[in-house]
C-alpha cells in the first residue's frame, strides 16, 4: 500500500536517499559520489525548503518511496536559491573541491554547478514558469506512482493558476522520456544534455 501525501520535514532524509538512488539518469547514483548528500543539495532540498506546498511523497512500509517537487516561479526559486541556498553551500563546498579527480566520481560536478547555478532560459518563463523533478525507486516503478504524483502536483499548480510547467530530461534516460510524453508533455529545445519538456496545465 503507497500512499502519497504533502511533503513533511522528515522526509528530506528518504527523499535525498531516493535522489541518490535514481540520479545516474535513472538508475542507482551510490558509486558515483564520495558525498552521498551532493547531488539532493541541487536537485530535491532546496525545493520542498523553498515551498513545501508544492511537494509530495509516496510512501510504503519502508520509507519514502518516491517524490514530486516542484516551484511555482522558476525565477523566484533562483532568486531565492542565490539568497538561502547556495551560500551556506559554497561555504561547505569550496570552489577548491570542483576539480575533477579523474577517478569518475562526479562530486567535483556537483560542487561547480552549486558555485555557478545555471539560469533557466527567460523564454521559458513566461508559458511556462513552473518547473519539477520527480523521481520513484525502482521498487515502486512501473505500478501507476508517477502518474499519480504528477496528477497531485498538476492538481496543486492549477489551484495556484500556473499555467505551465517545464522539466529537463537527459539523453539517456529513455524511461523518463517515454514517461513525460505520456504524462502530455512535450519536446519544447532539444539540447547538447537532452531536453527541455514542457506541458500546459491549464489546457489538460
Ligand atoms: C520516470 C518515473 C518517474 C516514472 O514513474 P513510474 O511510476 O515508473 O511510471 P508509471 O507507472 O506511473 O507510468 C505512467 C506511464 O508512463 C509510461 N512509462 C513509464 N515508465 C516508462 C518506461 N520506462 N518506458 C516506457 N514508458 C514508460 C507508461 O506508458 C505509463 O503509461 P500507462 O499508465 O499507460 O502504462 C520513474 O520510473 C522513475 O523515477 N525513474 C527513475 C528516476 C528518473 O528517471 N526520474 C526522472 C528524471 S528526469
Redo the contacts with the bound molecule.
Sequence with gaps: MVEIRPFQPYDLPGMYRVCLQ?GD???DATALYRDPDLLAHIYAGPYPVADPGLSFVAVDQQGVL?YIIATADTVAFEHWTEEHWWPGLRARYPLSMAADPGDGTQDWWCVERIHHARPTPDELYDRFPAHL??????R???????????KTLLEALRVRQVPGVH????EG????F??????GFSVLRPDTWGSTMALSILDV
Design positions: 535514481t539518469s535513472g538508475k518516491g523533478h520527480i523521481d520513484v525507486l525502482p515502486g516503478q512501473g505500478a501507476g506512482l508517477g502518474r499519480r504524483l504528477m522539466l529537463g530530461v537527459g534516460n529513455t524511461g523518463a517515454a514517461f513525460y510524453q505520456a504524462m
